[in-house]
């Protein structure tokens, strides 16, 4: 069958049809483009999003972290502190517990009849650790009289203790300062003991020091040995 021109009409009418096509395909094409686009923006969005909020949580955490440290340290600091203020007013507190036994101490050497029996019982002590036939007696110059005596009756009780006699010398060489007692020097100078009130004091300070702690401020909850 044979085909003929399209008139004008039909010509407009098929490029019509043909441009409204190529529109509905433009479109469509857009609306793709645009849906991808909002589809990657909305992507790229929570990614960003979700970098910051990284970003900002970590600054947090180590901010947090910071403070925590700088709480810690304070609190450090304070229970230091705390803890030497307590030692400290233990101490004078012992200080002054020490003081007021020398006090004693010096009250006891005043006291004619007990100071007596207190030096015939140390000499007596020292002639049973020495066991020499010859010892020399030091004391106080204010002493010497009082210690003379004391010494002739620690012979006697030596005696009766050990069977064994010794020859006895006082002499007034101990410092004034002191608040009394002797030292007993044995005949060779070989051995030395040291009987006098300071002396003794301070060997019961160092040994009762811990019972005297514990007496008064209770256990150490950081002491985990005991002799």
């Known amino acids: 069958m044979a085909t003929r021109p399209l008139n004008d009409?039909?010509?407009l009418t098929e490029m019509n049809k043909m441009v409204a096509f190529i529109r509905q395909e433009a479109l469509e094409k857009a609306r793709e483009i645009r849906v991808k686009a909002d589809e990657e923006f909305a992507i790229e969005k929570?990614?960003?999003?979700k970098q910051e909020q990284q970003a900002i949580d970590a600054q947090?955490?180590?901010k947090r972290k910071g403070a925590e440290v700088a709480q810690k340290i304070a609190q450090s600091t304070l229970t230091n502190k705390s803890r030497l203020r307590l030692l400290q007013q233990r101490e004078e507190h012992l200080q002054d517990l020490f003081l007021s036994a020398r006090e004693l101490v010096n009250d006891l050497a005043q006291d004619e009849s007990r100071y007596v029996q207190f030096l015939e019982g140390v000499i007596v002590q020292?002639?049973?650790q020495q066991l020499e036939p010859d010892v020399t007696v030091h004391a106080r110059e204010t002493d010497v009289e009082i210690v003379a005596r004391a010494a002739d009756g620690a012979s006697k009780q030596y005696i009766e203790i050990s069977g064994r006699t010794?020859?006895?010398?006082?002499?007034?060489?101990?410092?004034?300062?002191?608040?009394?007692?002797v030292k007993l020097v044995s005949g060779t100078?070989?051995?030395t003991i040291d009987n006098t009130l300071d002396e003794r004091l301070r060997l019961l300070e160092d040994r009762m020091l811990p019972e005297i702690r514990n007496n008064l401020f209770g256990p150490n909850p950081n002491r985990k040995f005991y002799a």
């Not at 929570?46 to 999003?49: E, I, N, Q, S």
């Not at 010794?166 to 007692?181: H, I, R």
């Open 46 to 49: 929570a990614k960003l999003v």
């Open 9 to 11: 009409d039909e010509v």
């Open 126 to 128: 020292g002639f049973l």
């Open 166 to 181: 010794v020859s006895v010398t006082v002499e007034g060489t101990l410092s004034k300062d002191l608040a009394g007692g």
């Open 189 to 191: 100078s070989r051995i």
């Open 60 to 62: 947090y955490e180590k």
